[in-house]
Structures are given as structure tokens and as C-alpha cells.
T-cell receptor, first 118, second 116 residues
């Protein structure tokens, strides 16, 4: 079973629109970490954010914001006032295990291709 | 501080040949990971090192795949007797535990393998 589900395969918006990328995860661990990565056309994965399972505070960084809700096992990502440079594939990922564990693998979703048109 | 580097960036090989990829992690990162990404999919975990010890291997890592990190710095991933299904982007990432045990993985640019 998929541990991370990104149901939106592709999203297209026009510049300055807000867009939300959905991520639903599945784990039995009580301690886990959630991540978002950006993969622009150049191909290199760029780290955006990490959240641990004990911190449900939403986070805002410039035009980016993240909404973590354990009750619905979701970790959604919103881009406000989107720009053409935001066009990329965005991946949500999950890491399981207790704090300090040697377990390190990331489980990635299939990604959401975001296209921002001028 | 340079990022994770991978060599080569592209490799085209004929089926049945052996290939080897190299990954140089961010200096002082003690954890190193290999992932494979096929078109339209997210990266899939292959294996993971902490220093020179290989601590976890995915079932995706068949007997034809072997990874090493002999001195706890750079790592190599070798694929023997390549098959067309091995065509993918091979990604390397490194990390180091933060003060609270949290960490994030920083990825290299990847090696794109095409098996003809």
C-alpha cells in the first residue's frame, strides 16, 4: 500500500493564483517526519520543509505555507500568488521511526506536476 | 559548502554491461542514501549507509546491485548485467542528525541511466 498519496497528478494555474497541493500519508508509528521536496525541470530535488509528528503547528515561509492535520493524516502545501518559477514537480515524503533512529528511508508520493502559466 | 555530487550525470549502456555510479555526499554528512526514480514516479529507496555500514537494503536491490561506502565518505553503486528495466534516474542523498535527532536529506543531481 502507498504510504504517501498525492492524488493530484497535474495542476495548472495562472500566475498569481493560489494553489494547494494535497498529501495524505499512512503510518502506524507515533513518531514520524513529513517532508516536501520540489523537483524543477533540471531534475534536482530541493528540500522545502520537514515537520515531525508532534508539531501540528502550521508553518508559513514567504509565499509557501503548510497545513499539517493528524486527524486526517494530511500535510498539504499551499503556494500563494503563484509564479512561473514555481512550475515543478512537488513531492511529499514520509520518514518513520523514533527520534534518533537509524532508519532513514523516505517514502515518496508520486508527485504533483504544477504548471504556472504567465 | 558544496552540495551532493554524482558522477556521471548520464550513462548509456548496452544490455548486459556493468555500470558503476559514484556519489560524493556533503562533507561530514554521515548518512548516505541511494534512490531510484523512474519517469512519472517518486523516488524509491534502494539502500542506506551510516558511515561505512550499510544498514538497510530495499527489496528493489536485486543481487545484480551492490553498493559500497568503503571509507565512510563517497559511495559507489554498481549494477551488473544491466537490463532495460534498470533504466532510471539514480539519486543519491546525504544527511546528518540534527541536535534533536531530526534531519533532512539533501539530494544530488542524479545519474540518468539508459540501457539499450
Amino acid at each position: 500500500a502507498q504510504k504517501v498519496t498525492q492524488a493530484q497528478t497535474e495542476i495548472s494555474v495562472v500566475e498569481k493564483e493560489d494553489v494547494t497541493l494535497d498529501c495524505v500519508y499512512e503510518t502506524r508509528d507515533t513518531t514520524y517526519y513529513l517532508f516536501w521536496y520540489k523537483q524543477p525541470p533540471s531534475g534536482e530535488l530541493v528540500f522545502l520543509i520537514r515537520r515531525n509528528s508532534f508539531d501540528e503547528q502550521n508553518e508559513i515561509s514567504g509565499r509557501y505555507s503548510w497545513n499539517f492535520q493528524k486527524s486526517t493524516s494530511s500535510f498539504n502545501f499551499t503556494i500563494t500568488a503563484s509564479q512561473v518559477v514555481d512550475s515543478a514537480v512537488y513531492f511529499c515524503a514520509l520518514s518513520e521511526g523514533p527520534r534518533g533512529s537509524t532508519l532513514g528511508r523516505l517514502y515518496f508520493g508520486r508527485g504533483t506536476q504544477l504548471t504556472v502559466w504567465p | 559548502d558544496t552540495g551532493v555530487s554524482q558522477d556521471p550525470r548520464h550513462k548509456i549502456t548496452k544490455r548486459g554491461q556493468n555500470v558503476t555510479f559514484r556519489c560524493d555526499p556533503i562533507s561530514e554528512h554521515n548518512r548516505l542514501y541511494w534512490y531510484r526514480q523512474t519517469l512519472g514516479q517518486g523516488p524509491e529507496f534502494l539502500t542506506y549507509f551510516q558511515n561505512e555500514a550499510q544498514l538497510e537494503k530495499s527489496r528493489l536491490l536485486s543481487d545484480r546491485f551492490s553498493a559500497e561506502r568503503p571509507k565512510g565518505s563517497f559511495s559507489t553503486l554498481e549494477i551488473q548485467r544491466t537490463e532495460q528495466g534498470d533504466s532510471a534516474m539514480y539519486l543519491c542523498a546525504s544527511s546528518t542528525p540534527g541536535t534533536g535527532g531530526d534531519y533532512e536529506q539533501y539530494f544530488g543531481p542524479g545519474t540518468r541511466l539508459t540501457v539499450t
